[in-house]
């Protein structure tokens, strides 16, 4: 208990626990597919990697993902950012925030049934359009949902991941100085330029590392392409999961393997964009 005593330790022993079992378990598992992949017939071999390099199924669902990935990403990022600076007034309010908040109460899988119930060809909007006169029939409404574009992927990400960008800004648009605002709409600049000078160099810091979480989730995730993608194009994840359940043991490799380079991909830009934004952030608590 002496040790709870200790203002410079206590920190760090309240986050023992948390730090044991993300570490344990992401580590352990990691470690586990990362062995996997290197195995053959009982033998060590790269053979995994290099047939995926070769594999176009493989190389397809790499930018598959990648697209559905980004645009989710870059979609959620902007209308949450405008949300934001826009409503911030409204939003400092409980109330608004609890509608804010909606789309965080469903679970993913949720989300992406209700958006099947939605946009789907027999869903509630091509019901409305043929009502309003717009479709003569049901299956004139556009494929939005198990589309090769992954729309409906796309929309239910956006739908669910806004809410968590309008929680990570809301902090930063109250500790911004409203005096240096003022002292660009004095000096004469338009919105514009009042917000690229005055507000934007606080914002994209945590921009950035919102972007990455929600680009680590989307490109690593599974139930939201499963149930509204298609058989090809598949997210990675997806085509990882078939070769790891189709009963083919020799395919069982090419499924760790291609989850071990979605991580590193993760690893990498996480690595990158983190050291660059502390860097930033130096300077800019600096002044310079």
């Given at each position: 208990?002496?040790?709870?005593?200790?203002?410079r330790?206590?920190?760090?022993?309240?986050?023992?626990?948390?730090?044991?079992?993300?570490?344990?378990?992401?580590?352990?598992?990691?470690?586990?597919?990362?062995?996997?992949?290197?195995?053959?017939?009982?033998?060590?071999?790269?053979?995994?990697?290099?047939?995926?390099?070769?594999?176009?199924?493989?190389?397809?669902?790499?930018?598959?993902?990648?697209?559905?990935?980004?645009?989710?990403?870059?979609?959620?990022?902007?209308?949450?950012?405008?949300?934001?600076?826009?409503?911030y007034?409204?939003?400092?309010?409980?109330?608004?925030?609890?509608?804010i908040?909606?789309?965080?109460?469903?679970?993913?899988?949720?989300?992406?049934?209700?958006?099947?119930?939605?946009?789907?060809?027999?869903?509630?909007?091509?019901?409305?359009?043929?009502q309003?006169?717009l479709?003569?029939?049901l299956?004139?409404?556009?494929?939005?949902?198990?589309d090769?574009?992954?729309v409906?992927?796309?929309?239910?990400?956006t739908?669910?991941?806004?809410?968590?960008?309008?929680?990570?800004?809301?902090?930063?648009?109250?500790?911004?100085?409203?005096?240096?605002?003022?002292?660009?709409?004095?000096?004469?600049?338009?919105?514009?330029?009042?917000?690229?000078?005055?507000?934007?160099?606080?914002?994209?810091?945590?921009?950035?590392?919102?972007?990455?979480?929600?680009?680590?989730f989307?490109?690593?995730?599974?139930?939201?392409?499963?149930?509204?993608?298609?058989?090809?194009?598949?997210?990675?994840?997806?085509?990882?999961?078939?070769?790891?359940?189709?009963g083919?043991?020799?395919?069982?490799?090419?499924?760790?393997?291609?989850?071990?380079?979605?991580?590193?991909?993760?690893?990498?830009?996480?690595?990158?964009?983190?050291?660059?934004?502390?860097?930033?952030?130096?300077?800019?608590?600096?002044?310079?």
């Amino acid at each position: 208990m002496k040790l709870f005593r200790n203002k410079r330790i206590k920190p760090y022993l309240l986050l023992l626990p948390a730090f044991v079992l993300t570490v344990g378990l992401l580590g352990y598992g990691t470690l586990y597919g990362m062995l996997q992949s290197f195995q053959k017939d009982l033998e060590w071999s790269f053979d995994a990697y290099i047939e995926l390099i070769h594999l176009k199924a493989f190389k397809t669902s790499l930018i598959y993902s990648l697209f559905i990935t980004l645009q989710s990403t870059l979609l959620a990022l902007g209308i949450g950012m405008a949300i934001t600076h826009f409503l911030y007034p409204y939003l400092q309010k409980d109330k608004w925030k609890a509608v804010i908040w909606i789309p965080m109460l469903f679970p993913h899988f949720a989300a992406g049934y209700l958006i099947v119930m939605i946009f789907s060809d027999s869903g509630w909007m091509s019901s409305l359009f043929m009502q309003m006169g717009l479709i003569q029939q049901l299956d004139q409404f556009p494929n939005l949902v198990n589309d090769s574009k992954g729309v409906g992927i796309i929309l239910t990400y956006t739908w669910k991941e806004i809410p968590f960008v309008v929680l990570m800004l809301l902090p930063i648009y109250a500790q911004m100085d409203s005096r240096l605002k003022d002292v660009a709409t004095t000096l004469g600049g338009n919105k514009l330029q009042v917000f690229l000078s005055a507000q934007w160099p606080f914002l994209w810091p945590t921009l950035v590392e919102i972007a990455l979480i929600l680009f680590a989730f989307i490109f690593a995730a599974f139930e939201v392409p499963y149930l509204l993608g298609v058989t090809y194009p598949q997210m990675t994840p997806v085509l990882a999961f078939e070769w790891f359940f189709d009963g083919n043991w020799d395919q069982r490799p090419l499924a760790f393997a291609s989850m071990v380079i979605v991580t590193l991909w993760i690893v990498v830009l996480t690595s990158i964009s983190y050291s660059s934004i502390q860097k930033y952030r130096h300077r800019l608590m600096r002044g310079s």
